[in-house]
């Protein structure tokens, strides 16, 4: 007579225990709608975010406000990639590691900084509050092909929100 070892014993408890596990599936949660569609407007036309091909973090109003989100200072909190140095008047924005030091006007910029599309030059702009965003796109990587020259670590799209037909107010 063969005597199991308890090595075997084991194997076979641990394969027995996996198979019997059900698998659930997983309850929709209460105030998500079931259509949580983020679009973007990352290659200059309104798309579903998942049907866009470019690294990038978006991040919507609600999670802006959780963030605190009030300035382009606070980028880092929202876009880990992104550092903002805010020194003597000038804002220097690097996108992983890759920017601009010079802040003259002979010098191009790395990073693209768009407001609802218009391109900003000088990242010292940024260097004001920028309330009711609707979202914040930081696109990773070289997007030369849609916004210039000047993207060569990325661009930085800030979207406002559009107004609604109903009155409110923030504080």
Not at 31 to 57: F, H, K, L
Request: proline share 4%; aromatic share 6%.
């Amino acid at each position: 007579m063969k005597i199991i070892s308890n090595k075997s014993l084991l194997f076979v408890g641990c394969a027995a225990m996996a198979m019997s596990v059900p698998a659930m599936a997983q309850d929709g949660e209460e105030g998500v709608q079931a259509d949580s569609t983020i679009y973007v407007t990352a290659q200059n036309r309104t798309e579903d975010v998942q049907d866009v091909p470019i690294a990038m973090d978006v991040v919507g109003s609600d999670e802006l406000a959780a963030a605190g989100f009030s300035s382009a200072n606070d980028l880092t909190a929202i876009a880990p990639a992104v550092q903002v140095v805010q020194d003597q008047g000038t804002v220097k924005i690097t996108l992983r590691g890759i920017g601009t030091t010079s802040n003259d006007e002979a010098q191009d910029t790395s990073v693209v900084a768009n407001i609802d599309g218009e391109y900003i030059n000088r990242p010292n702009v940024l260097g004001i509050a920028l309330f009711d965003l609707d979202r914040v796109e930081v696109l990773r990587g070289p997007q030369g092909t849609l916004y210039g020259r000047n993207s060569t670590a990325g661009a930085i799209n800030f979207i406002i929100r559009r107004p609604s037909g109903e009155f409110g107010f923030n504080a």
